[in-house]
Structure formats: C-alpha cells, structure tokens
Nanobody
C-alpha cells in the first residue's frame, strides 16, 4: 500500500510560479514511478507529468512542456512539480499518483492522493 499527500497549491497570478509536493508513505518510495494529473472544472482528468523510479526519465504533456518540471527526492519520499509561467488554463485540482504500469494513463496508476487546488488568475 502507498499513501500520498499533496501540498503547495494556492492562488497565483498569471506568469507566476508554484511548487507542488507529494509525500508518500508505505512501500519503498524508490521502487516505483510517480505521476501528476490535473482536473479542471467540467473537464476530464488529464496527464501532466511523470518521473520514473530512480528519476532518470521524465515525461510531460505538451501543454506544460518547457514550463513544468517534475522531480523526486527518494530520501524524503517526495515528488515535486515545479510550475513556472503559469496560465489561467492551468487552473485545476492537481493530484499525484503512484506505481503505474505505464506513465500516461489514469487507469494504470494504483494509488492516488486527494489533490490540491491550483488557481491562476489573469
């Protein structure tokens, strides 16, 4: 079992930055990949970014490539999502997820956090 708790969401102006954190507990953190997803009001949940176990590979949605960076600190059992140049369309509930069988698909992740709200004002 893996438990996930996100933090770091909030209200920010367009062009600003936020860093989300996701703290994991349970199974050995270094043994599984991690992902970030988001869900805007009235829209389906979508893939944002993922990082492999060991942190050597990262993956991004086209909409965030070049603005967001995913990283992990295995010593702290934490994955991060650094979000720069934020846009109003980035407004959503952001959730971390763990232990996927592939990186991009919601159904491939076994564990989910409760989510944290990110609101970007124009």
């Amino acid at each position: 079992q893996v438990q996930l708790v996100e933090s770091g969401g909030g209200l920010v102006q367009a062009g600003g930055s936020l860093r989300l954190s996701c703290a994991a507990s349970g199974r050995t953190f270094s043994s599984y990949a991690m992902g970030w997803f988001r869900q805007a009001p009235g829209k389906a949940r979508e893939f944002v970014a993922a990082v492999s176990w060991g942190g050597r590979r990262t993956f991004y949605a086209d909409s965030v490539k070049g603005r967001f960076t995913v990283s992990r600190d295995d010593a702290k059992s934490t994955v991060y999502l650094q979000m720069n140049s934020l846009k109003p369309e980035d407004t959503a509930v952001y959730s971390c997820a763990a232990d996927p069988t592939s990186y991009y698909y919601i159904s491939d992740y076994n564990y989910w956090g409760q989510g944290t709200q990110v609101t970007v004002s124009s």
